[in-house]
């Protein structure tokens, strides 16, 4: 059973960086196309970014030119970098499958605030 491991979270003020990595068992990373998802109180949780599994990348708009997902297949791992952080990106942060979700992982919690 696949485990997505969600880290990098923390607490930052308005105009912050932070960068997330995601991992998870067997080669599911570099296989398939995984996004980053976040997930705010009390609503939905939704898509922010993909990266294929050919490491093109998709944006949500309301990341666009701020994030930047990346794959580092020799490791394992997805990256968010999220950089000029805002009040609104406060979230739980969660790393899936972008098709056919899986089990989620526990996420990792972004707080951005004065």
């Known amino acids: 059973q696949v485990q997505f491991v969600e880290s990098g979270g923390g607490l930052v003020q308005p105009g912050g960086s932070l960068r997330l990595s995601c991992a998870a068992s067997?080669?599911?990373?570099?296989?398939?196309?995984i996004g980053w998802y976040r997930q705010a109180p009390g609503k939905q949780r939704d898509l922010v970014a993909f990266?294929?599994?050919?490491?093109?990348?998709i944006y949500a708009d309301s990341v666009k030119g701020r994030f930047t997902i990346s794959r580092d297949n020799a490791k394992n791992l997805i990256f968010l970098q999220m950089n000029n952080l805002k009040t609104e990106d406060t979230a739980v942060y969660y790393c899936?499958?972008?098709?056919?979700?899986?089990?989620w992982g526990q996420g990792t919690q972004v707080t951005v605030s004065s």
């Open positions: 990266i294929s599994s050919t490491s093109v990348p």
């Open positions: 067997g080669s599911i990373l570099r296989t398939y196309p």
């Open positions: 899936n499958r972008r098709y056919d979700q899986l089990e």
